[in-house]
């Protein structure tokens, strides 16, 4: 089943303890994007990798950090979490070449920080 | 300036009566997809139509219809005949840009009354 996995589904977790949210595709996207949803902003992009060893920021980059080492992986990582990434974070792969494609969505990980 | 744009923070509708809900969107690329998504209650983004800036004719997937006014820069989404299970929150997103960028509005929840 082509699908988005995403792990944990749900954290809790303290200030400034380090933390990373696994994400994992298989269906061989080269595209893959990480986000966070909260109260009335909608989804807001974090970062976003158009291939292997390729990412970039997106519009709310601070305070996160991504890798791509290989295709199908993409972790969010948070070295140092505050109470405001407190959030609900999903995410998403799509094939890079085919723009009328939707992207295919994890699960969800809803985060909490104390 | 918002990229994309729902007025509507909540909507309600009868069962089995028609829905609209709102997206207008700015963008300068002449080349740019839009799309809708639901999140029921549960969390999951399930995709639901997509609309080409170049598709001559309005999007259709079963009951969703994709209202697409190019001039008026609107992406309106027609729900027909409206059940139990259509409430839940609905995102308009663009896509735009060489990188293909998805950008969401704030989401409308949708409530279906018996």
């Known amino acids: 089943e082509a699908q988005v996995t995403q792990n944990p589904r749900y954290l809790i977790t303290v200030t400034g303890k380090k933390l990373t949210v696994t994400c994992s595709q298989n269906?061989?996207?080269?595209?893959m994007s990480w986000y966070r949803q909260d109260p009335g902003l909608g989804l807001r992009q974090i970062y976003y990798?158009?291939?292997?060893?390729?990412?970039d920021k997106g519009d709310v980059p601070e305070g996160y950090k991504v890798s791509r080492k290989e295709k199908r992986n993409f972790p969010l990582i948070l070295e140092s979490p505050s109470p405001n990434q407190t959030s609900l974070y999903f995410c998403?792969?799509?094939?890079?070449?085919?723009?009328?494609?939707?992207?295919?969505f994890g699960p969800g990980t809803r985060l909490t920080v104390l | 300036a918002q990229k994309i744009t729902q007025t509507q923070p909540g909507m309600f509708v009868q069962e089995k009566e028609a829905v609209t809900l709102d997206c207008t969107y700015d963008?300068?690329?002449?080349?740019?997809?839009l799309f809708w998504y639901k999140q029921p209650s549960s969390g999951e983004m399930i995709f639901l139509i997509y609309?080409?800036?170049?598709?001559?004719q309005n999007a259709t997937e079963g009951r969703y219809s994709l209202n697409f006014q190019k001039a008026r820069k609107s992406a309106n989404l027609v729900i027909s005949a409206s059940q139990l299970g259509d409430s839940a929150m609905y995102f308009c997103?663009?896509?735009?840009?060489?990188?293909?960028?998805?950008?969401f509005g704030q989401g409308t929840i949708l409530t279906v009354h018996p």
């Open positions: 990798s158009m291939n292997v060893e390729v990412t």
């Open positions: 963008t300068s690329d002449p080349s740019y997809g």
């Open positions: 997103a663009m896509r735009e840009g060489p990188g293909g960028k998805l950008t």
């Open positions: 609309q080409g800036s170049y598709d001559q």
């Open positions: 269906m061989n996207h080269e595209y």
């Open positions: 998403a792969s799509r094939p890079v070449t085919q723009r009328s494609i939707a992207q295919y």
